[in-house]
C-alpha cells in the first residue's frame, strides 16, 4: 500500500519510516520529513476510520483478499492528509525559524517540490485565516492556535461512522466510489440514489469532509475555532475495540486469525489528552505471532552484531527496544530474514552500527515506539 521509494513516510501503524539514503541530507531536509509524518501518525491514531485501517493493515501483511479495496480508499483521504501535513510543517517552519526561512522554504518547494508546493497552496486558499500574507503575520500563539485547530479538523475528517460505513459489502472499486461520493442511507442501507432520496456525500469521504471543515474556520475570542456540526462525527471512543475487530472480521470471513491478530488493541481508559490517544504499544509485535498458521521465512539468529555488515542488499531494518537491549531484524531483498539483539547505551553506541548498517546499504530504517527519540542528539543521529 505504500510507496517505499519516497524518503519518509508513515505506515498506519506505530512507526515511521527513514530512508537510510538521507545520509546527504542536512538537518534542513530531514527535520521537516519528521514533523510531516508526525501529522498523519497523530491523525490516525487519533480518529475512527484511522484506528480501523490500522486494524486492516495488520491483517493485510498476512492476507491480501481485501488489499485492492484498502487501496482504493487511500485515495479518498491522501490529498487531504496531504495537505494537512505540508501545511502544519510549513506552519511549525514559520514558528520556529521566522518569516524569511518560511519564504526562503515556499521559494524552494515552488522550483524544486512542486506537488507538495501546490497542497500547501491549494489548502491556503480554502480559507481566509490560512492566506500566505495572513499567516506570515500572525504571533507565534497565533499560529499554535491554527496548528491545533487543523489537526482537530484533520481528526474528524477521519471521524466516520465507521459502523455504517459497510466496507464489507463492498466488493469493487466502483462500488467504493459510489459510496464515498453518495454516501450510504441510514434508513435504508443503500446507495446510489436510494429511494429514500437521501444524500450523504459528507458521511464517509475523509477529503470532502477535511473541505467542508476548513471552510467554517473563524478567529473567536483569541482562538482559531470550526464548525464541527456541518458534518456527522463519530469519535474514536464511540465504539469499542471490540465493534472494530467485528468489522475487520466481517472484511475477511475466512480468516479465522483476525480476532487473534487485533486482541491487543486497546484504548486507555484515561483519554485526558486533548486527542484521545489509542494505546497500541503491544499490538505489533514483532516476530511471529504464536498460533499462526502462515509460511513465514525462516528468520536466522546471528549472535554478533558486526557480522550483519557482512550481508548484503539488506532492504528493511527494523529495531525493536526492550530496556537497554536492541533487536534488530535486517531483511534482505531476497527475503531473507536475520536478527540479532545486543545492549544500547545513552551513548548510542549501538544504535550507531544501526545508522551505519542503514547508510551503507541504502536501506529502509524502521522506528518503534519513537525509539530514536530517547537520545539528546537524536537530530545529530538522522543528520548522519
Avoid at 191 to 212: A, H, Q, V
Avoid at 265 to 289: M, Q, V
Avoid at 360 to 373: C, K, T, V
Wanted: charged fraction near 20%; hydrophobic fraction near 35%.
Amino acid at each position: 500500500m505504500f510507496d517505499t521509494t519516497e524518503s519518509g513516510y508513515y505506515n498506519n501503524g506505530e512507526s515511521f519510516f527513514i530512508n537510510g539514503g538521507l545520509h546527504d541530507k542536512s538537518l534542513h531536509e530531514l527535520l521537516p520529513i519528521i514533523q510531516h509524518e508526525t501529522v498523519h501518525h497523530r491523525i490516525f491514531h487519533t480518529s475512527s476510520l484511522g484506528l480501523l485501517l490500522i486494524m486492516f493493515e495488520k491483517i493485510s501483511l498476512t492476507d491480501s483478499t481485501r488489499d485492492e479495496i484498502l487501496q482504493g480508499v487511500s485515495k479518498y483521504y491522501k490529498r487531504m492528509q496531504e495537505q494537512l501535513a505540508t501545511y502544519i510543517e510549513m506552519l511549525r517552519l514559520l514558528e520556529k525559524s521566522g518569516v524569511e526561512a518560511f519564504k526562503n522554504e515556499a521559494i524552494y518547494m515552488r522550483e524544486y517540490n512542486k506537488v507538495y508546493f501546490n497542497y500547501f497552496k491549494n489548502l491556503s486558499y480554502k480559507n481566509k485565516h490560512l492566506g500566505y500574507f495572513r499567516i506570515i503575520n500572525y504571533t507565534t500563539e497565533k499560529i499554535q492556535s491554527l496548528i491545533n485547530c487543523l489537526l482537530l479538523i484533520g481528526r474528524d475528517a477521519f471521524n466516520i461512522d465507521v459502523t455504517k460505513f459497510g466496507l464489507e459489502s463492498i466488493t469493487t472499486l466502483s462500488q467504493l466510489q459510489t459510496v464515498m461520493s453518495e454516501g450510504r442511507c441510514s434508513r435504508c442501507n443503500s446507495y446510489n440514489k436510494c429511494s429514500c432520496g437521501i444524500e450523504r456525500r459528507l458521511d464517509f469521504n475523509p477529503n470532502r469532509r477535511f473541505s467542508k471543515l476548513i471552510q467554517t474556520i473563524s478567529w473567536v475570542n483569541g482562538e482559531f475555532e470550526y464548525d464541527q456540526s456541518v458534518i456527522e462525527c463519530s469519535t474514536l471512543e464511540t465504539n469499542g475495540i471490540d465493534d472494530y475487530i467485528k468489522i475487520v472480521e466481517q472484511n475477511y470471513p475466512s480468516n479465522f486469525m483476525v480476532r487473534n491478530r487485533l486482541s491487543s488493541f486497546y484504548l486507555k481508559e484515561d483519554n485526558s489528552n486533548t486527542f484521545g490517544l489509542p494505546d497500541l504499544a503491544h499490538s505489533f509485535p514483532f516476530l511471529e505471532i504464536s498460533g499462526e498458521n502462515y509460511d513465514t521465512p525462516e528468520i536466522k539468529y546471528i549472535a554478533n552484531p558486526e557480522e550483519l555488515f557482512s550481508l548484503d542488499n539488506i532492504k528493511y531494518i527494523n529495531v525493536i527496544p526492550s530496556g537497554l537491549l536492541l533487536t534488530v531484524n535486517v531483511v534482505l531483498s531476497n527475503g531473507e530474514n536475520y536478527y540479532c539483539m545486543y545492549v544500547d547505551d545513552e551513548l548510542n553506541s549501538g544504535f550507531l552500527l544501526v545508522l551505519q548498517l542503514a547508510y551503507r546499504n541504502n536501506a529502509i530504517l524502521q522506528f518503534h515506539d519513537f525509539y530514536i527519540f530517547k537520545y539528546p542528539n537524536w537530530k545529530d543521529l538522522l543528520a548522519g
